[in-house]
Nanobody, 118 residues
C-alpha cells in the first residue's frame, strides 16, 4: 500500500490549504485514516482521524478550522485547512490503518510541508 500526499505550500496566516492523500488501494479496506503533523524539533502529533462509518475526531487546536474527509471513489483522503496559523507550520503525513482481528497494518505517506507565514 502506498500513500501519496500533496497540497502543502506557503500560505499567509488566515489562509487556506487543502491536502490530499491518494492511496494505491481501495480506501474502503482501511478501517481508520488520518492526518498527523510534525513541526521542527517536536514530536509527531495526531491532527485528525476518520474511521469507516464513524465520526471524525480532531486535536483541540484545529477544531473548527480543519475538516477531514475521504472520497472512496477517488481513493483519496483530504484535509481542508482554514484560518491557518503560524503554529500550524509542519510536515503533514497521511496514515491508514487496516484492522483484522489483533493484526494492525499501519501505512504512512511521505510528508507534505505546510508553512504559514507572512
Amino acid at each position: 500500500v502506498q500513500l501519496q500526499a500533496s497540497g502543502g505550500g506557503l500560505v499567509q496566516p488566515g489562509g487556506s490549504l487543502r491536502l490530499s492523500c491518494v492511496a494505491s488501494v481501495s480506501i474502503s479496506s482501511m478501517n481508520i485514516m488520518g492526518w498527523y503533523r510534525q513541526a521542527p524539533g517536536k514530536q509527531r502529533e495526531l491532527v485528525a482521524l476518520i474511521p469507516i462509518g464513524g465520526r471524525a475526531t480532531y486535536v483541540d487546536s484545529v477544531k473548527g478550522r480543519f475538516t477531514i474527509s475521504r472520497d472512496k471513489a477517488k481513493n483519496t483522503l483530504f484535509l481542508q485547512m482554514d484560518s491557518l496559523r503560524p503554529e500550524d507550520t509542519a510536515a503533514y503525513y497521511c496514515n491508514a490503518k487496516s484492522l483484522l482481528g489483533k493484526r494492525i497494518d499501519d501505512y504512512w505517506g511521505e510528508g507534505t510541508l505546510v508553512t504559514v507565514s507572512s
